[in-house]
């Protein structure tokens, strides 16, 4: 497992490569873009060299990029669902560009209308941004399940995926924090197994794609997305090591989007920890 953080970009692409290090990053997550504004800058060639330089000498071996959150591919306004693809095209080009992992996308919202009809929406803009990209993979993340997000659970990303048209270059993105707000118990080996078999029967093993490591500020299936510090949250520090263990996750890129002490993300002590929390689960199913 490639174990890292959410870090900033500003300041230029390379800085972002310097904050995963000096955190000591394995695997770093950036936006490509604001994550509040609706504009993409593609990035120039000499900004991707010098991240690629950046990056080969450095120990982070896997960068994913987040897409921004004003997206929402399954939105009934045409307009949105019009900005939302070429929002996620413009990250797909970036994630292309820098050689990322995957794009992390969070799948969308029906708004309150009927969640099929959103699933096939979301299906259509997401074969489209495929179709106007390459290389890049899309992780759909998993989401806590709250108001009418799409991604609330494994059969849901499954059918995301298959109303996009089940490309190769379509993946998950599992989240610590959702998958236990929305009522998956991964503290326990018994919880983790289930749904790990869900993953593989549903999805296919194939699809794992990239995890976010997140303890949980509300309870089991709470369907409320609020991340803790690692150890400060219901999963607690037995919890996280419970989901970093399970044999079907190892070797995928794993980054923290925690609040951080300052509430700037998490810190060296905490990427520490995680990797820790890593090893205590990874030995715990041996
Ligand atoms: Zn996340
Ligand atoms: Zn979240």
């Known amino acids: 497992m490639l174990i890292g953080a959410h ?7 390379p800085k972002a490569v310097e904050r995963g290090v000096d955190r000591g990053c394995e695997a770093i997550q950036i936006f490509n873009q604001s994550p509040r504004m609706w504009r993409t800058t593609p990035y120039a060639d000499e900004d991707t060299a ?26 009934e306004d045409r307009d949105i669902r019009t900005k939302s693809l070429a929002s996620l095209v413009g990250s797909l080009r970036a994630g292309a560009a820098i050689g990322a992992a995957g794009v992390v996308l969070h799948p969308g919202s ?3 209308g009927a969640a099929p009809a959103a699933i096939k929406r979301a299906g259509a803009t997401i074969k489209a941004a495929l ?32 109303a996009a048209g089940a490309d190769k270059r379509l993946g998950v993105c599992l989240d610590s924090c959702h998958l236990f ?4 118990d991964i503290r326990t080996r018994a919880g983790m197994d289930g749904l790990v078999a869900r993953v ?19 309870p089991l299936g709470s369907n409320r997305d609020r991340h803790a510090d690692l150890g400060e949250g219901e999963l607690g520090e037995a919890g996280l090591a419970s ?20 509430r700037k993300g998490a810190n060296s002590s905490e990427v520490a920890l995680a990797k820790r929390l890593h090893k205590r689960g990874v030995k715990a199913y041996k």
């Open 131 to 162: 179709a106007d990209s390459d290389r890049c993979p899309l992780h759909l993340e998993n989401t806590a399940g709250a108001g009418t997000t799409l991604g609330r659970s494994i059969d849901e990303l499954a059918a995301l995926i298959e």
């Open 50 to 75: 010098a991240f690629k330089a950046a990056l080969a000498q450095s120990a982070v071996k896997a960068v994913l990029i987040h897409g921004s959150y004003l997206l929402n591919c399954a939105s």
């Open 181 to 184: 707000a929305s009522g998956y």
């Open 7 to 13: 870090v900033s970009p500003a300041g230029g692409l």
């Open 110 to 112: 029906s708004k309150g």
């Open 243 to 262: 989901f970093l263990g399970a044999p079907a996750l190892q070797g995928l890129p794993c980054v923290l989007e925690t609040p951080g002490p300052d």
């Open 200 to 218: 593989v029967s549903k999805l296919g093993a194939e699809r794992l794609g990239s995890l976010h490591l997140n303890d949980s500020m509300t």
